[in-house]
Every structure is written in structure tokens, then in C-alpha cells.
């Protein structure tokens, strides 16, 4: 099948102009997107990721047809995002987080209404996608609230449900979580994870928050300095990076002689020898045999399994690649 999306050596350049001196100034040429290959296949959920002033919201814009690229080739949906913008917007979704498609002083019951007039959508079809959306969204107790007076998590709410009332292919979500609290935040993820759960609807998100991500995307791609420097799952990531998980266990009685075990370091251990924190590479000692190993040579208190931080696993990967 043809990728939904096909990118190869994409660039986006921008002239900057600085100062040199008093009343001088100088333009050099900053590249925000330094030559990108990407391909994501139809039904994908792609976690987009990088930190300020990697490109990513650069990418989108391009990805849309917002943005003409500087150099490579780039199809969305078989389509030229700027020459053929106007078909392309008929074939995907998009939500900025500082942006918004609603109308502010209506209702977003006629928000909904009027975004079906835009699209040119069958009435029953536009009915069935809203009742949906109402649905996982609880979008009806301010289906009748005038945009300007609505919460950010339930403006977001809406924002997604515009963004999909036309049925598009593609869902580009830029940072669609920021700024929201912990219960708009938990409304959302289960929705797109219902999304994705489809297969019908591709899915870009782009966050600075991880938790989106591990929750989310099976695939991620990580973007620094306008370049890929990763593309692969999740758990490649961990292994790539060098990522531990961590065993925490409490002894009644302080170990007779340390544990030696292939993969396994002791992090650390309390004063009073009864904590112990073990790190596993995954290499070759799962933690189920470390305990085991433990319960053979003293008494357990108690034990907790950490698994690796993410955000720890990407903040090396940025400060690697560079």
C-alpha cells in the first residue's frame, strides 16, 4: 500500500537577520528542518517529539500545507500539501493547540454545525461522528456554551471533535494536552487511543509531555536540531539509550554478602543495609530472578519494580546527538 505520508530529505530554511554592531545588521539562513525521511503507513499512531526549536511544529506546518519546503519532496494522502492545499484540507484533521476552528461567540453546538457546511458533509454522516465524539467525549453538558466561556480541556474537546467531524484521513495534533488538567488530560488520551485502536485514522501527535507518548504511539521519531535521531519503538528507545529498570527491596535483615548476578549493579543500599536498589540492563537478569535470588538469601519486606523514565532516556538522547 502506498504510505499515507512520504517524506524524503525535506528542508525548511529561514533568513535571520542579526546584529553585528551598531547599526549593522547581517542575514544568515537558519535550517529548521535539515533534510527529514519519514514515511508512516495508513492506520499509524506516530509520536512526534523533540525540544523547542527542533522542528517539529516546522514539519507540520509543511506536512499541511501551510509551510512551502526549501528542498525535498513531500505527499500527504497521494497529495502535494501546497499546490493542492484546498484537497488536501477535504482529506485531513488538524489541532493546534494555539490555534482554534471554532467560531468564539457561538455555540459549539453551531461551531459543529456550520464546520459541516465548510466540509460539504452528508447530514447523517456529520450526525453519526458528532454522536460519537459526544459520546467519548461528554461533550454534551456545554454543547450549548458559547466557545469564549469554556474551560481549555473542554475547548480541546471540541477542537478534536471539529477536527473530525469530516472524517479525515490523517490527525495532526499539535501538543494537544498542554495546559490541561488531570482529568481533561486522562478525557483525551483514552479518546485518541480509541482512535488509533481503529486503524482507520492516522495520527501525528506531537507533545512535550511523555506520559502522552507512552501511552499513545508505538513508533516514535525524535527530532533535534531539525534532524531524525531516532525512529523506532518505544522500547528501542530504552535499549538504545541505555535505560534500566530499577528493583527497590526492603529486607528485614541487612544481606550477608552482596548480590552478583550478570546485567544486575547495586545503585545503592540505606545506611542501615535494609533498602537495596538494584539497576537491570535487561541484558541478562530479569527481575523475577533477581528476586528469586534475593528470597533464596534473606527475608523481603517488601519490593517495587521502576520502570525506566522516559523523559530521563530523551534528555541523554538530545544531549548525545549533540
Partial sequence: MTPVIEARGLCRTFEVTVSTGWLRRRTRVVAAVDGIDLIVERG?????????????????????????????????????????????????????????????????????????????????????????????????????????????????????????LHGPEVLFLDEPTIGLDVVSKQAVRVFLAALGATGDTTIILTTHDLADIERLSRRLVVLDQGRVVHDGSLEDLHARYGSRRRVVVDLDEPLAAPITL?????????????????????????????????????????????????????????????
Avoid at 119 to 125: D, F, I, K, R, T
Avoid at 128 to 144: E, I, N, V
Avoid at 302 to 319: F, G, H, K, Q
Fill in 262 to 322: 550478570p546485567g544486575v549493579v547495586t545503585e545503592s543500599v540505606e545506611p542501615d543495609g535494609r533498602r537495596i536498589t538494584f539497576a537491570l540492563d535487561g541484558s541478562a537478569t530479569t527481575a523475577g530472578e533477581l528476586v528469586r535470588r534475593l528470597a533464596a538469601v534473606a527475608a523481603l519486606r517488601d519490593i517495587s519494580v521502576l520502570e525506566p523514565d522516559i523523559e530521563d532516556v530523551v534528555a541523554r538522547l538530545y544531549t548525545r546527538s549533540r
Fill in 44 to 164: 499509524e499512531m506516530l509520536g512526534y517529539i523533540g525540544p523547542n526549536g527542533a522542528g517539529k511544529s516546522t514539519t507540520l506546518k509543511m506536512l499541511t500545507g501551510v509551510l512551502y519546503p526549501s528542498g525535498g519532496d513531500v505527499r500527504v494522502c497521494g497529495l502535494v500539501p501546497v499546490p493542492q492545499r484546498t484537497r488536501l484540507a477535504q482529506r485531513i484533521g488538524v489541532v493546534f493547540g494555539s490555534r482554534s476552528q471554532l467560531w468564539w461567540d457561538l455555540p459549539l453546538r453551531d461551531s459543529f454545525a456550520l464546520l459541516r457546511h465548510v466540509y460539504g458533509v452528508p447530514s447523517a454522516e456529520h450526525a453519526g461522528r458528532l454522536a460519537h465524539c459526544r459520546r467519548l467525549l461528554d461533550l454534551d453538558a456545554f454543547l450549548d456554551t458559547p466557545v469564549r466561556q469554556l474551560s481549555l480541556g473542554q475547548r480541546m474537546r471540541g477542537e478534536l471533535t471539529a477536527a473530525l
